[in-house]
């Protein structure tokens, strides 16, 4: 994939005086939907906001789609930021807030008006817009943020903690709208702490911890590379008792529960690869085997694997 | 160049902030300190034309009152100064200053007098303000230069122009602008225009209406003949020097709120450094605001005789330079120090959330 349609950190390193932000970071990101994960502090807004040269890296390089971030006025032709910070210029309403940043692009007043209200429809705010943000409720402040970080249709789409604050309606919504964004081949950077959000809505994850990047891509894909924790499978079958026992006889299986509805089984295998063989194997000797589903492919263990305890999620 | 980008953006940023940086409630103070000379002066106003009102009372009431004024000389008693001013029907208070001096203060509808008596003889005979237009004058270049140029000005755009970057951290909204895809220049020019914008709009309005105050208290002969004279021509200086301190005081503050974080340290580093313009080299002097602006002012301000001798010398007008050098230089200065500050604003990054 060319530079011109990828996001690229080269051993980008960011310090604040003596502590780190992010070290040695090499990424490169396709379009859809990205989510960074990873426990407070270690590093996500940091990654945000050198992608969008809010903040400068100490050392490396960073190109998002062939353009570098210390060129704001290319690179927020095509970016649009929804940081995490809670705050607006005073004495702004919401559709105010959101048109001023369309005339700073250099649109034409009536122009950025329109495109404003398209926004601001997006994310389901009409009835609000000409009311002060001071007087928004906290999702209310989130989506118009989100609004004026959409209104211009950018390709490159970075979202620091979206989904705080919002309604599970409204939450629904807006991952419906990322969706939307990503399928029409923008990137999509997102971070949250919401695991099972970012599951839902993830093309792939960068994780991070204490600064540096410990695991990136889709999200099986990074499962696979995880090879010193058994993988988890959940099988429903006829003769759980009969399999199980089947099951032990091979080393790379280190554990079999048995589901308290005696419908099924969990089982832990060191090599899944043998693990579906050998289930192929037992089908043909007479147990029925209804479903067959991974248990720990998600992004909730991904992050226990990799991560633990530090991000206390 | 994309000038015609850059000219729509710059007319954004200006539409955007003019009348947040206009009516910011935090900037209530830079009213009082832009409007207390008005204020003075309106109460000037007041007393002039009190003191003008007493002089034509006196004037049916005593006609005869100057000629008896011219007749009290050095020497003579108290009792018959007061028996004089009481036969001319002047009125005349009488009171003690200490325990030697007496005084006794009256109007002879020209002037007011204090007359001054030691041992029960008259020691000196002090003419008061006589409410002339020619006094008023003198004290607005006196107020103008010592107070409004080099104090309410200077802290005003203090307030203003350090807000338009620090105010905006302080209240984590600056990264608005910076998510703009406007040139980090650009967006300091255009925070400069509106900040000028604003400043220009309170402190003119503020000058004239001073000067404004101060010919109002006058006779329309001693105001249309002073106008006929150099009135304008003095009333054009004053609001040019007013814009011009904000042009040349702003770039500095702009640029301060930029490289500095704490701004009372800025303005107290600059305030010492035009303070001490008297006393720098010739080279040096050319880098401050005040020593442009004093040379443009029409009228030399007046130093009270009263003043201590070091206070003098701080208050004390450089020796000026011709009116065009002077603009240049002030513009020179104005734009060195944005473009010196334009460095900074390249670098500027947000750093006001945590990770």
């Known amino acids: 994939m060319s530079d011109s349609a990828t996001i690229v950190f080269e051993d980008v390193s960011r310090f604040y005086g003596e502590v780190l932000g992010v070290n040695r970071v090499n990424l ?11 426990p ?266 990799l991560i633990g305890d530090e991000g206390g999620n | 160049m994309d000038t015609v980008l850059w000219r729509r953006q710059l007319l954004a940023i200006v539409q955007l902030e003019w009348k947040k940086t206009l009516f910011s409630k935090r900037g209530i103070w830079v009213y009082v300190l832009a409007f207390l000379p008005a204020l003075l002066f309106g109460i000037n106003a007041y007393r002039v034309k009190s003191i003008r009102a007493e002089q034509e009372r006196m004037s049916v009431s005593a006609p005869n009152a100057s000629a008896v004024s011219n007749k009290i000389v050095a020497g003579m008693s108290a009792d018959v100064a007061a028996e004089a001013l009481r036969d001319a029907k002047i009125p005349y208070s009488r009171f003690t200053r200490g325990r030697r001096l007496e005084v006794i203060r009256y109007n002879d509808g020209a002037n007011a007098f204090d007359l001054m008596f030691r041992e029960g003889a008259l020691v000196d005979k002090r003419k008061r303000n006589q409410a002339l237009l020619s006094d008023d004058i003198r004290a607005y270049a006196g107020m103008f230069q010592y107070f409004y140029l080099r104090l309410a000005i200077f802290f005003g755009c203090v307030g203003i122009f350090m807000n338009l970057f620090r105010g905006e951290m302080l209240d984590q909204s600056l990264h608005y602008y910076l998510l703009a895809p406007v040139r980090r220049e650009v967006l300091m020019v255009g925070k400069y225009l509106s900040g000028l914008v604003a400043t220009i709009l309170i402190f003119g309005t503020s000058t004239a209406l001073q000067l404004y105050l101060m010919l109002s208290a006058h006779s329309n002969k001693e105001v249309s003949d002073y106008l006929a004279g150099e009135g304008w021509g003095h009333i054009a200086a004053y609001l040019g020097v007013t814009a011009l301190a904000c042009v040349g005081y702003g770039s500095i503050f702009l640029a301060a709120g930029i490289i500095m974080k704490n701004p009372m340290v800025a ?89």
């Open chain 1, 28 to 38: 490169t990101i396709p379009p859809g939907i990205t989510s960074l994960v990873g």
């Open chain 1, 40 to 305: 407070n502090g270690s590093g996500k807004t940091t990654l945000m906001n050198m992608m969008t040269g809010l903040v400068r890296p100490s050392r490396g390089t960073i190109s998002v789609r062939g353009i570098a971030p210390d060129d704001p006025q290319a690179l927020f032709r095509i970016m649009g930021y929804c940081t995490q910070f809670d705050s607006f210029p005073r004495g702004y309403t919401g559709i105010q807030f959101v048109t001023a940043a369309l005339l700073m692009q250099g649109l034409p007043a009536a122009e950025a008006e329109a495109k404003a209200w398209k926004a601001i429809e997006k994310v389901n705010l009409v009835e609000a817009a000409k009311r002060k943000v001071a007087g928004y409720s906290k999702g209310m402040r989130q989506r118009i943020r989100l609004a004026q970080s959409i209104a211009h249709d950018p390709q490159v789409l970075v979202l620091d903690e979206p989904l705080n604050g919002l309604d599970p309606l409204v939450r629904s919504e807006t991952i419906a709208l990322f969706r939307e964004q990503a399928d029409r081949g923008a990137h999509v950077i997102v971070s949250s702490h919401v695991l099972h959000e970012v599951d839902m809505i993830s093309d792939q994850v960068i994780l991070l911890a204490n600064g540096y990047v410990v695991a990136e891509g889709e999200i099986r894909g990074v499962r696979a590379e995880i090879s010193d924790r058994p993988h988890q499978i959940v099988i429903r079958c006829d003769q759980p008792s009969r399999m199980a026992s089947k099951l032990f006889e091979h080393d790379h299986v280190v554990e079999v529960r048995i589901h308290p509805d005696r419908q099924g089984l969990l089982v832990k295998t060191t090599d899944a690869s043998h693990f579906h063989k050998l289930l192929n194997k037992l089908a043909l000797d007479g147990i029925y085997i209804d479903t067959i589903a991974p248990a720990d492919d998600d992004v909730n263990s991904l992050y226990e694997y």
């Open chain 2, 267 to 355: 303005a107290a580093s600059i305030l010492f450094w035009e303070g001490i313009n008297w006393f720098l080299p010739a080279m040096l002097k050319k880098f401050s605001v005040i020593f442009y602006l004093q040379s443009l002012c029409p009228v030399v301000a007046p130093l009270n005789s009263d003043i201590p001798e070091p206070l003098k010398l701080l208050v004390t007008t450089a020796a000026p330079i011709s009116a065009p050098i002077a603009i240049l230089g002030l513009f020179t200065v104005s734009i060195a120090v944005l473009a010196f500050a334009s460095i900074y604003v390249r670098k500027l990054e947000i750093n006001y959330g945590a990770d």
